[in-house]
């Protein structure tokens, strides 16, 4: 989306005539963004005396670093290891704790780092967290799925597809993987034939028509191809997908269909999902609140609240408390 700033100016040196100046300007939908009087080394200082003070600050310290883009927070963590010597990441793990250590030290991470983190630990933990994999891998465009390919590599020394072969098998495996090498393109409409044979039409299900078409093919196709899918099948892909397809293999086709339809709406219904179990899913609300805060939070406060009737900011404030409660409101934005 771009917003279009129209700027008047009387040109005294060219026969005095009002100059008609655009300003194309890309508008974020993020609840963050760039502090305008920004100084790095006055937030370096800030953060310093909040932590070493009597007893840590912690309001001091969610209110700073939530105000500041993320790109803000790099250029204050390179001013306080040049002022104090010392590295912020460690100092914050060190005078914080519990969920709110989580959150502060995952709004320290590069964006692109902190997927790519994000994924390893998902891979290389006990066990894998096959939610990650989903929902990182369906939801990043293609440039931001090769640069998190390029920082995971330099980060850990291995390729993010081949940890993902080792730790992942099958059809799941596989359109992972397909996903990780965003080799997306546009083809013809004939695809959603091969969707409705795939699955619809036959007993049983070709997962590999399924795999290669919604792998290989951009958000703006897909969602041509679901409109087709529907009028020829009656029913909505999604449905297809529930009705032939099981475990991880499913839950990731889903993920590819619904961001393709409207990523804000699938992290609508994710943050959704993580506040309304028994117990609330802290590591997947701090993964979702952080990495969005800065690309469509608007978008998924907007939708969020005309799905399920009631603001993100009241949810929050029902499924949490305290500091870490007030960080999550600061990076919502607002109550709706």
Sequence with gaps: MYYIY???YYDYFFCNRFILVLYFLQATRGSVKPFVNFNAKHDAEVLRKAMKGIGTDEDVILMLLAARSNAQRQEIKAAYKKAFGKDLGKDLRSELGGKLEDLIVALMYPSILYDAHELHKAIKGVGTEDEVLIEILASRTCDEIKDIAKAYKKEYGSKLEKDIMGDTSGHYQRLLVILAQVKKCVCSLIVFQELFAAGEEKFGTDEDKFINILGNRSAEHLRKVFDAYKKIAGCDIEESIKDECTGNLEALLLAVVKCAKSVP?????????????AGTDDESLIRIMVSRSERDMLDIRAIYKKKFGESLYSTIQEDTEGDYQK???????GND
């Design 265 to 277: 709406a699938y992290f609508a219904e994710s943050i959704r999902e993580s506040m309304r179990r």
């Design 327 to 333: 960080a999550l409101h600061y990076l919502c934005g």
């Design 6 to 8: 129209f700027i008047l």
